[in-house]
């Protein structure tokens, strides 16, 4: 099992930013990919970015050029840098993890952006 603590969420004004870390922890072995998905209120949970091993990353569209994923391979974490952030990112953000074929979840961190 692999257990997945998300924090720095927070609320923060239009155009603030935040970084959100994930730390890993339990039985980590050959731990894959890591990103942040987010869900708001009523809407399907989206990939915001994610990371392999080697630091090869991926991002919404949306978030291009404003968001930054990186990883400590050391520490077992994933951060996200969010800069410009919009009202419309308001949401919980998650942190995915896989494991060979397994996904990990974390329970979410609230990111409130007020306009």
């Known amino acids: 099992q692999v257990q997945l603590v998300e924090s720095g969420g927070g609320l923060v004004q239009a155009g603030g930013s935040l970084r959100l870390s994930c730390a890993a922890s339990?039985?980590?072995?050959?731990?894959?990919?890591m990103g942040w998905w987010r869900q708001a209120p009523g809407k399907q949970r989206t990939l915001v970015a994610s990371?392999?091993?080697?630091?090869?990353?991926n991002y919404a569209d949306s978030v291009k050029g404003r968001f930054t994923i990186s990883r400590d391979n050391a520490k077992n974490t994933v951060y996200l840098q969010m800069n410009s952030l919009k009202p419309e990112e308001t949401a919980v953000y998650y942190c995915?993890?896989?494991?060979?074929?397994?996904?990990?979840w974390g329970q979410g961190t609230q990111v409130t952006v007020s306009s």
């Open positions: 995915k993890a896989r494991q060979v074929l397994t996904d990990y």
């Open positions: 339990g039985n980590i072995f050959s731990l894959g990919t």
């Open positions: 990371i392999t091993s080697g630091g090869t990353t």
